[in-house]
């Protein structure tokens, strides 16, 4: 089989300060000239408004991976003035907020009507995976080392009235149309290919009581704690590396309130915490730019590094497992992210599921996650005491291995109500890892329909689309996808509109270069694919 190759540089998730949810009631957020202002109707402006600004993505299943470098992020008044969003260029990986939403930066801009806005995007990236023809995994990294201006657009639909204390700002990656590459994914030799990031920006409404990313909420939120507060209820937490283009950007710490209401989990509270901490959560955005912790779990205490992302490959001769390191953070890996994980399971591994969930213990189903039920393409995050150079083939040791919410974009096919639930069957794309890694030999657990997932909707879910629920439509589902003997079944949290399915990519003409691992580390070629091929020796 071919030799594993993989980039070791490194583009750390920067996410500044995001602020808002206890004063959300007092912001004035409309789109056009129409409110917020006297009884006249005339918008009423006086000093600044913090803004709060968002990050999301739209898209399908088809990549994995989808970095920036935002350089910059300005709005543009009715009388050409222009405001900066972004004081300092941030890295961001976006398939991991599709659906949902991160903080990026809070500033405080002059109250007004802004018609316009536009982003400017330093190094971009995009991963793709398929299969060669021996089975074996292919993952390809398309890249560019400064993307053109041209090359970016954004989408502004309304003018956007500013006024009032609080508000906030959608900047969402519609990443359909920010990539053409190979139908084929891989492909040897040179490459042609373009990244075209496009964004729609759009205002936020926020709620005193938010329920989603889209009002105030913040869910999943995985980081280590860098400091702990002198006040006894605060801690700064230091968000994932992503393994993206150099520049190599390292993330701001994003400051943590905790209260009397804040739930702890496999943890005895705030006193429990301590620097160096691994931790998935959920808040509230503050004024201030904090986020108040509603839920606050560690999965493994004495854990010194944790690697989030799809799972690729589980051996079914020895222990071992491959996975994509799309979040990254601990003592090895936030100063040297990995583009992919070689892990192996031991007898005192062990086995979680996300604390986001309440109602998993009332599915009408078996809901269990272990060793010997887990399955290529379910989203995981691995554990482990130190990360071993598998660049000479050992693999860490995983201690915990705890089952993640994902994001799938399917279309229905049928429905049926099974308790309190409405179950919908859902097609995916022959592009989804789920179908694409079903077919590899020598995997532990062959699934008996990889390319269907049965959708499990209940009163917590989360309906944020606006296309029906019904025959024939195309929505994304987010949610803990399980294997329940060789059946898909997800554990839904919210629903969007989908992304329409895509049967080829649209390169453009321009013939990049395509180069090595060994390229991107002496920094040859500044529009690099990188292309890897796993390898499974033992």
Known sequence: MKSAAFPDTSLALTLSRFAAAALFLMAALTTGCGSGGNSAGTPTFSGTTSMTVVLSSTANDQLEEFGLVLQAIDLTSQSGTSVHLLSTPQGAEFMTVNGGGIPLATVSIPQGIYTSASVTVGSAQFTCITLDSSGGIDNSTYAYGQTPASNVSVNFSSPITVTGSVMGLSVDLQVLQSASYPSTCYTSGTASYSITPTF????????????????????GLRGQIGSKGTSGNSFALSLPIVNLTCPCIQPSPLT????????????????ALSVGSLLDLDGIIQADGSVLATRVAAYDAAATDVMAGPLLFLDTTVPVFYTLGRQQNGQTLSVQPQSVGFYSLTGSTSFQISGQFSNVSSLPFAASFNGANMVAGQNIAVFSQAITDYYGGDHTAATTVTLMPQTIDGTITGSATIGGFT???????PYDLFPTLATQPGQTTLLTNPSEVQVYVDGNTQLMNTQALAMGKTLRFQGLVFNDSGTLRMDCAQVNDGVTFS???????????????TLRRTGIGTLPQVTSSLTRSH
């Open 200 to 219: 729609t920006v759009t205002p936020l409404t926020f709620s005193a009581v938010p329920t989603n990313s889209s009002n105030g909420k913040i869910t």
């Open 256 to 271: 943590i309130l905790t209260n009397s209401n804040t739930v702890y989990q496999d943890m005895d509270g705030f006193s």
């Open 423 to 429: 179950v919908y069957t859902v097609s995916l794309a």
């Open 503 to 517: 049967t080829s990519s649209n390169p453009s003409s321009q013939a990049e270069i395509d180069a090595t691992w």
